[in-house]
Nanobody
Framework: QVQLVESGGASVQAGGSLRLSCAASASEYMYSPNLMGWFRQAPGKEREGVAAIYTASSLTYYADSVKGRFTISQNNAKDTVYLQMNSLKPEDTAIYYC????????????????????WGQGTQVTVSS
């Protein structure tokens, strides 16, 4: 199991920016995730994949709703993943979750929950108009 801790959630006005962080830790007996992702769940809606990054290649995938506004990245140690969110809209309001998965098989399925084994506790992002 990989331990994931998110931070950076806040309340901002529309048009503003936030950067979320996800710190991952795993013992030598745990797998090192090949895939890291950000998901979000708005009130009354299902959780949806927002962005994903393959840790070996830094290849990224984004949901259409955030392309051009959000950027997922990782640090050199590959133990922290970031989600830079720009031009925020009220519809971006949600709890954002970090997730880790073992698969290194590249594809658009990287935004599907079933690719992930471990999840953080979530961080709230609220965007006001």
């Amino acid at each position: 199991q990989v331990q994931l801790v998110e931070s950076g959630g806040a309340s901002v006005q529309a048009g503003g920016s936030l950067r979320l962080s996800c710190a991952a830790s795993a013992s030598e007996y745990m797998y090192s995730p090949n895939l890291m992702g950000w998901f979000r769940q708005a009130p009354g809606k299902e959780r949806e994949g927002v962005a994903a990054i393959y840790t070996a290649s830094s290849l990224t995938y984004y949901a259409d709703s955030v392309k051009g506004r959000f950027t997922i990245s990782q640090n050199n140690a590959k133990d922290t993943v970031y989600l830079q969110m720009n031009s925020l809209k009220p519809e971006d309001t949600a709890i954002y979750y970090c997730a880790a998965g073992p698969t290194g098989l590249v594809g658009t399925w990287s935004l599907e929950e079933r690719q992930y084994n471990d999840w953080g506790q979530g961080t709230q992002v609220t965007v006001s108009s």
